[in-house]
């Protein structure tokens, strides 16, 4: 299984970014019962869990969403079961979200990936 990140990119403060995090190698069983996150490093840094989804999102398991005091309103984390597919839908974003994003359970289980890099300019 490869964790494979995409869609970091420089750009001005307030503006927006969705990122896509793909568990490749991934089958859609051993996917949906993972409960996944977003985590945010600066350099000098530990990885810090910005975002987390718990729950598959189904009737039965619905899903809920929780945030770091420092994006809450601005950032959403979704999912996409059928094509192993996390996202992070990031808004409004200043220039202290500056960070390399990377996707893993909340459990942090899995190999990281290679991350996105996301520069914010004010």
């Known amino acids: 299984v490869r964790l494979v990140e995409s869609g970091g990119g420089l750009v001005q403060a307030g503006g927006s970014l969705r990122l896509s995090c793909t568990a490749s190698?991934?089958?859609?069983?051993?996917?949906?019962?993972?409960?996944w996150g977003w985590y945010s490093q600066v350099p000098g840094k530990q990885r810090e869990l910005v975002a987390g989804?718990?729950?598959?999102?189904?009737?039965?398991?619905?899903?809920?969403?929780n945030y770091a005091d420092s994006v809450k309103g601005r950032f959403t984390i979704s999912r996409d079961n059928a094509r192993k597919r996390v996202y992070l839908q990031m808004n409004n974003l200043k220039p202290e979200d500056t960070a390399v994003y990377y996707c893993?359970?909340?459990?942090?289980?899995?190999?990281w990936g290679q991350g996105t890099q996301v520069t914010v300019s004010s």
């Open positions: 989804i718990v729950g598959i999102g189904s009737t039965s398991s619905p899903s809920s969403t």
């Open positions: 893993n359970t909340l459990k942090e289980s899995l190999p």
């Open positions: 190698g991934m089958i859609t069983s051993v996917f949906n019962p993972h409960d």
